[in-house]
């Protein structure tokens, strides 16, 4: 399984942000970041260096939709996997076509989470 190092979780809500905190564990994530929007995030990003974003979409503050552009400034190379709640198929391919390595469903069952990201974090980081 690959090892994605530090990982920034952006998320306005702590359960989320807690539960998605347990599923990167598995992954073997050593680093653990949280920020609760986006405007956090961006600083955090600066401060930290992640290797991974999991960043939501609906946020206040700056929504991530437009904290991933901002990331994408920062940071061209930056990896970004949006999670959401919505089905929406216009956001999410405003967001891939915006430089998000992917997204995945909150509402996707823990194992198929799992799957998920270690196959984009095997994609995008490589196994190291």
Not at 20 to 48: F, N, W
Not at 98 to 117: F, H, S, V, W
Request: one cysteine or more; glycine letters at 6%.
């Amino acid at each position: 399984m690959p090892n994605p190092g530090k990982i920034l979780i952006v998320d306005d809500e702590l359960h989320v942000r807690k539960f998605v905190s347990l599923i990167v564990r598995d992954l073997g994530a050593p680093v653990i970041v949280e920020a609760s929007d986006g405007k956090e995030a961006l600083a955090k990003y600066a401060a930290e260096a992640p290797d991974l974003v999991l960043l939501d979409v609906n946020m206040p503050v700056l929504d991530g939709m437009h904290t991933l552009i901002e990331l994408r400034k920062q940071d061209p190379k930056a990896v970004v996997i949006m999670l959401t709640s919505l089905a929406n198929r216009q956001t999410i391919e405003k967001c891939l076509n915006a430089g998000a390595a992917g997204y995945i469903r909150k509402d996707t069952p823990r194992d198929k989470i799992l799957t998920e990201l270690t196959a984009l974090v095997r994609e995008h980081l490589g196994e190291n």
